[in-house]
C-alpha cells in the first residue's frame, strides 16, 4: 500500500473535510485573481496614468510568471516537502497581493503582478495532489469535482466580486481581499496538511528551464512593448526578438542532446499531444483575451458601472460550469473529436454575435453571447483535456501535464497582447478613415438636426466631434478584434481530422477494472 494511500485511510472525515476547506481556499484565491482584476483595469488605467495597451500588462505579467513557474512545481515539492511548499506559496502569494494592493505607479504593479503570478503558479497543481492523497482510491472522482468546482468559482465570482469592490470601496480592494483568505488557507494548510517525503536526491535541469523561460520573457516583452516602441524600428524590440529566438533555438538543441533534459524529445513524437498542444494555446487566447476586452468595453463605450459590468461578465462562467458537468457524462458515450467541435461552433458562434455589437447592444444580448461562449470553452476544455493524453505514454504525463499548462497561459498572455495592440492600431486606422470623410462638403453635416455641439467652427465642437469619431472608431475596433478570434477558432477546425479518436468507453473500463483486480 502507497504512502498516500495510508495516509488517505488514516484520516477521519472531519480532518479530510477541514484540509478541503484549506486547500481549495487556496486554488479559489488563485483562481480569483486571473479574472477579478479585469473589470478594475479602467480603474487602474486612469489611477496609474497608462495607455491601454500599458494597462494590459497587469494582465499579461501575472500570466507569465505562473506559466514560467508551474513546470518547476513537481521538482520543488518532491525536493522540499509538498506541505512546505504550499506554505511558502501561499504566504508569497498574500504578501504580492498587499504588495499590489499598494502600487502607486505602472512599473510596482506590473513588478509585484510578477511575484503574485510565480508564488501562485504552484497553488493548483499543489491543491490537485494534496486532495488525491487525503481522499481513498474510490473517492477520487468526486474529491477531482470538488477541485475542479473550486478552480470554476474564480471565473465566476472574479469580475462580480472585482466590480463590486471597486465600486463601493477601491480598485486595490480586488488585492487586499487576498489577505483573510490567504490567512485562513495558511492556518489551515498548517494545522491539517501532512508533509510528503522529501528526495534530496532529484536533478532538474535548471539550464534548459532556464532558456524556455527567457525565450517566453523574451517574447511576452517584445509583444507588450511594441506597439509604444514602434516595433522593429527600435533597437529594444530588435533585442527581445533576437533573445526569443535564440533562447528557445539553444533550447531545443539542448533538449535533443542532454541526458537529462528538462522536457524529453520523444513527449512531442505523439501526434495527439501535439496537436493538444496547439488546441490548447488557442484556448487560452480566446479564454482571457475576451475577458481583457469586454470591461473596457462596457465600461469606457457603453458607460456601464464596474458593478453592472462585473454582473454582466459573470454568466459566462456559470456556463462553463454547466458544460463541464453536461460534459463529464458525455466523455466515453460520444467521440470526444465531436465533443470539441461542437465547443469550438459554440466558441464562433457568441464571437459572430459579438461581431455585430453596437454601444447600445443590451444587457441580455451581452448575458447570452457570454453564456453561450462559456458553454463552448467548456466542451472545448474536458474532451480536450482526456483525447490530449488519451494516446500519451504514462512515463511523459508530467511533463505532459506541465506542457499543457504552460502552452494554456502563454496563448492566454500573447493573446492578450496582440489582442490589445490590434485595438489600438484598428482604433487609429478606423478614426483616420472616419475622420477625413468630415468635410463641410458632405449633406450629412450640414443636416439642420445635428447637435448644435458638433460645430467643428468652435474649439469646443471640434474636440466633442472628435471624441464621437474616436468612441466610434473604438467600437469597431473591438468588433475587428472579436472577428479575428472567431476566425482563428474557425482555423483550428480541421485539426480535429489529424487526431486519433479515443478507445470505447466499455474496453478502457474493462480494463481499469483489471487495474483495480
Not at 390 to 405: D, Q
Not at 406 to 417: D, E, F, K
Not at 460 to 481: C, E, F, M, S
Request: glycine share 8%.
Amino acid at each position: 500500500m502507497s504512502t498516500a494511500a495510508t495516509a488517505a485511510s488514516e484520516t477521519t472525515p472531519l480532518e479530510r473535510g477541514l484540509t478541503t476547506v484549506s486547500i481549495m481556499l487556496a486554488t479559489i484565491m488563485q483562481a480569483l485573481d486571473t479574472t477579478i482584476a479585469n473589470v478594475a483595469l479602467p480603474h487602474m488605467q486612469g489611477s496609474m496614468a497608462a495607455t491601454q495597451d500599458q494597462i494590459s500588462w497587469v494582465l499579461t505579467s501575472y500570466i507569465v510568471a505562473a506559466a514560467i513557474m508551474t513546470p518547476p512545481t513537481g521538482f520543488l515539492a518532491a525536493r522540499f516537502g509538498r506541505k512546505k511548499l504550499f506554505l511558502v506559496s501561499v504566504t508569497g502569494f498574500t504578501i504580492a497581493s498587499m504588495l499590489c494592493g499598494a502600487a502607486v505607479s505602472l512599473e510596482e504593479m506590473v513588478a509585484f503582478r510578477l511575484l503574485q503570478g510565480a508564488f501562485g503558479a504552484g497553488l493548483v497543481p499543489l491543491s490537485q495532489a494534496v486532495l488525491l492523497d487525503t481522499y481513498p482510491k474510490e473517492k477520487h472522482g468526486s474529491a477531482m469535482a470538488m477541485w475542479g468546482m473550486g478552480v470554476m468559482l474564480g471565473p465566476i465570482l472574479g469580475p462580480t466580486l472585482g466590480g463590486y469592490l471597486t465600486e463601493f470601496y477601491n480598485w486595490r480592494w480586488v488585492f487586499y481581499i487576498n489577505l483573510p483568505i490567504g490567512l485562513m488557507a495558511l492556518f489551515g494548510i498548517m494545522a491539517f496538511v501532512p508533509e510528503t517525503d522529501k528526495k534530496p536526491g532529484l536533478s532538474f535541469d535548471w539550464f534548459g528551464f532556464a532558456l524556455l523561460s527567457l525565450s517566453i520573457g523574451a517574447l511576452q516583452m517584445m509583444l507588450d512593448r511594441g506597439e509604444s516602441q514602434n516595433w522593429f524600428s527600435s533597437w529594444e524590440i530588435i533585442i527581445e526578438t533576437a533573445l526569443a529566438v535564440m533562447c528557445l533555438y539553444m533550447f531545443i538543441v539542448h533538449m535533443f542532446t542532454a541526458r537529462n533534459p528538462f522536457l524529453e524529445p520523444g513527449l512531442f513524437a505523439d501526434r495527439n499531444f501535439v496537436i493538444g498542444l496547439f488546441f490548447i494555446f488557442i484556448v487560452g487566447v480566446v479564454l482571457l483575451a475576451t475577458l481583457a476586452l469586454l470591461p473596457p468595453f462596457l465600461q469606457n463605450l457603453m458607460g456601464y458601472p464596474v458593478v453592472t459590468a462585473g454582473i454582466l461578465l459573470a454568466p459566462r462562467g456559470v456556463g462553463t460550469m454547466i458544460a463541464m458537468m453536461m460534459v463529464g457524462r458525455l466523455v466515453g458515450r460520444i467521440d470526444t473529436r465531436l465533443l470539441i467541435l461542437f465547443g469550438l461552433f459554440m466558441t464562433a458562434l457568441s464571437l459572430y454575435e459579438m461581431i455585430g455589437f453596437t454601444t447600445d447592444v443590451s444587457e441580455f444580448v451581452i448575458i447570452r453571447t457570454g453564456i453561450i461562449q462559456g458553454i463552448g470553452l467548456g466542451f472545448i476544455f474536458v474532451p480536450l483535456s482526456t483525447i490530449t493524453f488519451a494516446t500519451l505514454n504514462p512515463h511523459y504525463r508530467t511533463e505532459g501535464t506541465a506542457m499543457f499548462s504552460l502552452m494554456r497561459n502563454i496563448g492566454s498572455s500573447i493573446g492578450i497582447s496582440v489582442m490589445t495592440t490590434m485595438l489600438t492600431q484598428n482604433t487609429q486606422v478606423v478614426h483616420a478613415s472616419l475622420a477625413e470623410k468630415l468635410t463641410p462638403f458632405r449633406m450629412a453635416m450640414q443636416s439642420p438636426w445635428l447637435p448644435d455641439i458638433w460645430d467643428w467652427q468652435t474649439r469646443t465642437g471640434a474636440v466633442v466631434l472628435n471624441q464621437v469619431v474616436t468612441a466610434q472608431a473604438n467600437t469597431i475596433a473591438y468588433l475587428n478584434d472579436f472577428q479575428a478570434m472567431m476566425w482563428i477558432v474557425i482555423a483550428v477546425v480541421p485539426l480535429l481530422l489529424l487526431m486519433q479518436g479515443p478507445k470505447r468507453a466499455t474496453s478502457s473500463n474493462d480494463e481499469h477494472m483489471e487495474v483495480m483486480e
